[in-house]
């Protein structure tokens, strides 16, 4: 008896789209998550390691959950079994979102814009609502706080250093020289600023936020509502920011004033924070 041949090639014409990012459906099995393991990986923190796996058997394109924590939807609908898929499909993980197409359908040239996102499901992350003033100011604080207690890690090589001169050492030991000191100092502060990008611009280009923002269920989304924003945009909000500091914090007097809750440096890193979804045990529908 002859095995079942695999399905053709010309079977396999599908991909699957976050907004802009496009996933070509071609090989015989797609994991989706956020493990490094995945054919399509998602870094959202609501998509599960090993959330869901995309299968063609005998030509037809299943869609399977793997025991993802928050669910993963077909067309509104909870995957509870394998489903067939076909072009014209909505899938959810967590809470992105994924438009099924077909390889050849024609890309849209314009970019989502954020009233586009609520009635258009191809724009990747579920529509939010956008953080308002004291939501955006205790993120602020909380990450002051967690920063300042986090800086203190680097240095704790020095702070060890001059703790021992002072307290620990007889008054007959030579202390460390100058020189050492400055050396350690030197190693401290460069441990500092590799805690502080990988705190703020590794948290903005490919964790949806900082510490803080995260904390408190917010997201950082970029114009095209997209997590992650990437590295590019994550070092125009810095520079945002420091203009925004220039100003003696002028720039968040913005977000009570604008619809959209943006400060001066999100205008100018094209980002804005929202509200991480609640609820993801449905469709999301239009405000």
């Known amino acids: 008896m002859n095995a079942a041949a695999p399905p053709h090639s010309e079977n396999r014409h599908v991909r699957l789209r976050f907004g802009h990012e496009v996933y070509p459906l071609d090989q015989p099995r797609a994991v989706v998550g956020r493990s490094r393991s995945c054919e399509i990986r998602l870094k959202e923190d609501t ?127 030579i202390p460390p020289s100058a020189q050492t000191k400055s050396l350690i100092a030197m190693g401290c502060g460069a441990l500092w600023l590799l805690y502080a990008w990988y705190y703020v611009i590794h948290g903005w280009a490919r964790r949806g936020g900082t510490p803080g923002l995260r904390l408190l269920g917010l997201r950082l989304i970029d114009w095209r509502q997209r997590i992650p924003i990437g590295y590019s945009r994550a070092w125009l909000r810095l520079a945002g920011g420091l203009v925004t500091a220039l100003t003696l914090g002028l720039g968040y007097l913005l977000v009570p004033l604008r619809g959209d809750r943006k400060a001066l440096h999100d205008l100018l890193a094209g980002t804005l924070v929202v509200h991480r979804p609640r609820s993801l045990g449905g469709p999301a529908r239009p405000a």
């Open 47 to 173: 998509v599960s390691r090993l959330h869901a796996a995309l299968v063609w058997r005998d030509g037809v394109l299943i869609l399977e959950d793997l025991g993802s924590s928050n669910g993963t939807w077909l067309n509104g609908e909870s995957v509870k079994e394998p489903r067939v898929v076909s072009p014209g499909d909505e899938i959810r993980f967590g809470a992105l979102r994924a438009a099924v197409e077909a390889a050849d359908q024609a890309v849209p040239d314009t970019p989502y814009s954020l009233s586009d996102a609520a009635y258009d499901y191809t724009a990747g992350i579920i529509p939010a609502r956008p953080a308002g003033t004291l939501w955006r100011l205790a993120s602020v604080l909380l990450d002051w706080l967690i920063f300042s207690i986090g800086s203190l890690v680097p240095f704790a090589p020095l702070l060890a250093t001059m703790g021992a001169e002072r307290y620990i050492f007889s008054p007959d030991v």
